[in-house]
């Protein structure tokens, strides 16, 4: 078992719908969680970072994080064919070695 | 500003060049990262440099070699590359406080065909 599991996709949804993107893991050392957004052929660009349980909003984007159930969330409101990219789940404890989840394709259609 | 550079862009080298890819940040972080993708998977660490000392090595082979010359600059020197080494190269950096690492930040990457 993978220690950060993602569904790698596709998720095709239209334009204005609201996206949620999911990674379960099973450290429960984990503290640190990151979303990252990779266009392709590009580098990842962090959009979302949180310390431990709760909820963390930006704009369109809010991240969730349940330690008690090992789930993080991250929620895209009116999704723009913008959005469309490779959305990574990474997380960490105290060491520097960040684990990835295998990232989940986004298409927004117009 | 949370800008990390890379160059080059694109790299074809042939299995006995020796090249190197830099990478650079002015954040005033002190942890420093190198990472290799392949399509449609995640980073996989390669390095990692903390206070500009190696750190972290996950196990590379040894035609890839590490410097960190500074606080702000971090290269990877390639020599005697194989066909499987073509891949995205991604540079990351991030804050570090008391040994905990913070969140990090990547660069565009190098584009690199091994022919």
């Known amino acids: 078992q993978k220690e950060v599991e993602q569904d790698p996709g596709p998720l095709s949804v239209p334009e204005g719908a609201i996206v949620s993107l999911n990674c379960t893991y099973s450290?429960?050392?984990?503290?640190?969680f990151m979303w990252y957004r990779q266009y392709s052929r590009k580098g990842p660009e962090l959009l979302m970072y949180?310390?431990?349980?709760g909820n963390k909003e930006d704009g369109r984007f809010t991240a969730q994080v349940d330690k008690s159930s090992k789930y993080i969330s991250l929620f895209i409101r009116d999704s723009q064919p913008s959005d469309s990219a490779t959305y990574l789940c990474a997380m960490k404890g105290n060491t520097g070695k960040l684990i990835f989840g295998q990232g989940t394709t986004l298409q927004v259609k117009p | 500003d949370t800008e990390v550079t890379q160059t080059p862009k694109h790299l074809v080298m042939g299995m006995t060049n020796k090249k190197s890819l830099k990478c650079e940040q002015h954040?005033?972080?002190?942890?420093m990262y190198w990472y290799k993708q392949k399509a449609k998977k995640p980073p996989e660490l390669m390095f990692v440099?903390?206070?500009?000392?190696?750190?972290i090595n996950e196990s590379v082979p040894s035609r890839f070699s590490p410097e960190c010359p500074n606080s702000s600059l971090l290269n990877l020197h390639l020599h005697a590359l194989q066909p499987e080494d073509s891949a995205l190269y991604l540079c990351?950096?991030?804050?570090?406080?008391?040994?905990?690492?913070?969140?990090?930040?990547f660069g565009p990457g190098t584009r690199l065909t091994v022919t």
């Open positions: 954040m005033g972080h002190r942890a």
């Open positions: 949180t310390y431990s349980s």
């Open positions: 440099y903390s206070y500009e000392k190696l750190s």
């Open positions: 450290n429960s050392a984990f503290q640190y």
């Open positions: 990351a950096s991030s804050q570090l406080d008391l040994g905990v690492s913070y969140e990090q930040y």
